[in-house]
C-alpha cells in the first residue's frame, strides 16, 4: 500500500492535469467567444452548437478524471469502484439524452438541447413558442423514455 506522502502527490497530479485539461480547452476554444467580423451578436443558432460543443469537453474531461481513478494503482477499491458507476452513469445520461433529443426533433423541431440530471430534465427547442400539443407530446416522450414525471420537465422554447 502507499504510504500518505505518494497518495497526495497523486491526488495532486490529477488535480494538475484537470487543471491543465481546463486550460487547454480555454486555449482551444477561445475563438468562439469572439464576436462576429460584421459586428452583429451571436445567434441562437451557434447556441445550439456551442452547447454542444461545452457540453461534450466537459464530459470527455470527466471521463479522463474517471478513467485517471480507475487507472491509478493508489487508488482504494472503493474509488475505483465509485468512479466506475459514476462513468457507467454518465454514459446512460448521454445515451437518454440523445435518445430525448432525436424523437423531439423528429417530431420536426430544427433544434433541441436535453439536460438529464437526477432532479430533472430540460429542453430547450428551437421554436418562437410550444403550442399545448408540442408541449404535450415532448412531455409524453420524455415520460417514456425515463422515469421522470411531468413536474420534472422544463421546456424552454428559444427562437
Same mark, same amino acid.
Given at each position: ?7 497526495? *502527490? ?16 480555454? *486555449? ?6 469572439? #464576436? ?10 451557434? *447556441? *445550439? =452548437? ?5 457540453? #461534450? ?14 487507472? $491509478? =494503482? ?18 446512460? $445520461? ?6 430525448? =433529443? ?35 407530446? /415532448?412531455?409524453? /416522450? ?18
Amino acid at each position: 500500500m502507499l504510504s500518505k506522502k505518494k497518495k497526495i *502527490f497523486v491526488l495532486i497530479g490529477m488535480v494538475a492535469l484537470l487543471g491543465a485539461a481546463a486550460c487547454l480547452n480555454i *486555449f482551444l476554444n477561445r475563438n468562439t467567444d469572439k #464576436q462576429p467580423a460584421d459586428g452583429s451578436n451571436v445567434t441562437y443558432g451557434s *447556441f *445550439f =452548437e456551442t452547447y454542444r460543443a461545452d457540453r #461534450q469537453s466537459t464530459r470527455d474531461q470527466t471521463m479522463l478524471y474517471y478513467d485517471a481513478i480507475i487507472a $491509478n =494503482e493508489a487508488s482504494s477499491a472503493e474509488a475505483i469502484a465509485n468512479a466506475e458507476a459514476a462513468k457507467l452513469a454518465l454514459a446512460k $445520461n448521454m445515451e437518454v439524452e440523445l435518445v430525448i =433529443e432525436g424523437l423531439i426533433k423528429s417530431l420536426g423541431f430544427e433544434d433541441v438541447v436535453v439536460t438529464n440530471t437526477t432532479e430533472n430534465i430540460n429542453v430547450i427547442v428551437k421554436s418562437d413558442e410550444l403550442t399545448k400539443a408540442e408541449a404535450t407530446q /415532448i412531455l409524453e /416522450i420524455i415520460t417514456t423514455e425515463t422515469d421522470k414525471t411531468a413536474l420534472d420537465v422544463r421546456l424552454i422554447p428559444v427562437e
